[in-house]
């Protein structure tokens, strides 16, 4: 069975997992980026690309979010707003103030995806009604119609 780990290295982990998560978070920024230009170009076939290409990042930031979740409660802290900034005072000078920049720089890269994720989120639901709206107006004649809703949605 292996050793639990100290608080000590805890810490460790969870400052290079916020490392990580940064380094992730701004190449997630960048995928939906592009994303947003392929709903305006209605661009399915890379659109759909991209979104293979986030499905592995959001998977991994997730699993570290909730790695440090866990964390936090393993050292004894509530899980809430106030946690990270309590640890992070509780921590030594000399890398208090160098992780205090990077959380608040997470911060502000989880905001700005979040952002961009509703701003898309509007596109893709415009994409899809104006996919329906163009489906509508095509002649039934088949279902092997390339033009068919499920032809088209693949896009």
């Not at 499905?55 to 964390?71: A, E, V, Y």
């Not at 720089?105 to 996919?131: M, P, W, Y």
């Not at 709206?133 to 693949?154: F, K």
Request: hydrophobic share 35%.
């Amino acid at each position: 069975m292996p050793n639990k780990p100290n608080k000590q290295q805890m810490i460790t982990v969870l400052i290079k997992d916020i490392q990580c998560d940064i380094v992730d978070y701004r190449k997630l920024y960048q995928l939906m980026l592009k994303q947003h230009q392929c709903y305006l170009k209605f661009d399915g076939v890379l659109l759909s690309q991209l979104t293979a290409q986030q499905l592995p990042l959001i998977s991994q930031l997730t699993q570290r979010s909730q790695q440090r979740t866990q964390q936090l409660h393993n050292l004894g802290l509530p899980i809430n707003n106030q946690s990270m900034n309590k640890l992070i005072h509780a921590l030594p000078n000399a890398i208090q103030s160098k992780l205090q920049q990077q959380w608040q720089t997470l911060e502000t890269l989880v905001k700005q995806c979040h952002d961009l994720n509703q701003r898309n989120g509007i596109l893709s639901a415009n994409f899809s009604e104006l996919l329906n709206q163009v489906y509508a107006q095509i002649p039934q004649q088949n279902d092997n119609n390339a033009y068919s809703t499920p032809h088209l949605m693949q896009y």
